[in-house]
């Protein structure tokens, strides 16, 4: 902070109004009662204090919440907590909109508007945190980067935002309760592993193959599945962090014996222990897929574990308040509860 060297205040004070605005949430210079008077005008006039707001919050009959927040300059992202015994898991957005067109995905028909700054994804963690102690009495347990937006395409922000969640005067998180998704970005895969992140990857797989993954998510088609597959290896050998594989089985399209062999051989193709979640397809209005028949499902994860691959099924949540995985895209469903 060199504009309050050159004021000639004492470096200390750093710290102190870091704190007002990343822990005490501070709303103007004013209230930042340990500071002089004299200062606390100079920065008035030349800094302003970009902050958070809950513009509404809504929650669904199975407890997970939606909050919609309101950036400093009036677009909205939004962000979710899932409870689930004691386990909260706070699901946050790394850019407003998102330019990746997943053809299943209600924020890939929006257009990316901008990418999301450090402050406002930390934000987004404390407020879901603050919401978790306010409505259940418990502390987070997990925050997932899987709201709007792809996070490797906002990556110095993405990291520097995680990194305060990490950091003793942020948040003081272990950074192994915290999982980035993403739709696959090789390069930046692989500058994870360079850069030695402790937190864990998911990856947005939903077809092993090269030919139906583009029909339904056009980055792979420069981020082929053999690209990706080298950017794991390479991610896994150097971090040895957790890798789970998302998969969203559509009825007819990804959901066959063959699908589940490719689903397969391309996870362990990666030589890490694999993990992978199928999650339940949220219908979204603008596309006609419909998530796969229970008998299907069955078969399909059967193929999976002889194959020593362990599957958790993911049930959807919050449904109802449009707040589950892909139907984020600033709809108000019901009452808004401010
Ligand atoms: N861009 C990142 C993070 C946001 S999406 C990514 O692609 O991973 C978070 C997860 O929700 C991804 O696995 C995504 O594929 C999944 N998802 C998107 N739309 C969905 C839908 N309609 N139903 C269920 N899951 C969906």
Not at 9 to 16: A, D, I, L, P
Not at 112 to 138: G, H, M, V, W
Not at 228 to 256: C, H, M, P, V, W
Request: charged share 25%; hydrophobic share 40%; glycine share 6%.
């Amino acid at each position: 902070m060199t504009w309050l060297e050159s004021t000639g205040e004492k470096s200390f004070r750093v710290k102190q109004i870091e704190d007002w605005l990343w822990n005490k949430w501070a709303k103007s210079f004013d209230e930042m009662a340990n500071l002089s008077k004299d200062l606390r005008t100079k920065m008035d006039e030349i800094f302003v204090i970009k902050n958070l707001e809950i513009a509404t919050q809504q929650k669904s009959n199975d407890g997970t919440i939606k909050a919609a927040f309101k950036l400093f300059d009036a677009n909205i992202v939004e962000g979710v907590l899932i409870p689930k015994g004691d386990r909260m898991t706070a699901c946050i957005s790394s850019q407003v909109g998102c330019s990746l067109t997943c053809k299943f995905c209600a924020t890939g028909y929006m257009d990316r508007k901008r990418n999301l700054e450090p402050f406002e994804i930390f934000d987004q963690a404390k407020a879901i945190a603050q919401i978790a102690e306010t409505e259940f009495s418990l502390p987070l347990t997990n925050i997932v980067m899987m709201g709007m937006g792809e996070p490797l395409l906002n990556y110095a922000n993405v990291l520097e935002g995680i990194n305060k969640i990490i950091s003793p005067q942020g948040m003081g998180w272990s950074p192994k309760r915290i999982t980035l998704s993403t739709a696959g970005i090789a390069k930046m895969i692989i500058k994870l592993a360079d850069d030695q992140v402790k937190f864990n990857l998911a990856l947005s797989l939903h077809a092993a193959n090269d030919e139906k993954r583009n029909q339904i998510m056009p980055i792979n088609e420069s981020n082929t599945l053999s690209a990706l597959k080298e950017s794991l290896r390479y991610f896994f050998q150097k971090t040895k962090n957790q890798i789970t594989f998302e998969y969203i089985a559509f009825q007819g399209f990804n959901d066959g014996e063959r699908d589940a062999h490719e689903l397969a051989n391309f996870t362990r193709s990666i030589g890490a222990p694999i993990k992978v979640n199928i999650i339940e397809y949220n219908p979204i209005a603008e596309a006609d897929f419909v998530n796969t028949s229970a008998d299907n499902l069955e078969l399909f994860i059967s193929i999976l574990e002889k194959k020593g691959i362990i599957v958790n099924v993911r049930r959807s949540r919050g449904k109802d308040i449009d707040a589950a995985c892909g139907q984020l895209a600033n709809k108000q469903k019901t009452a808004a509860v401010a």
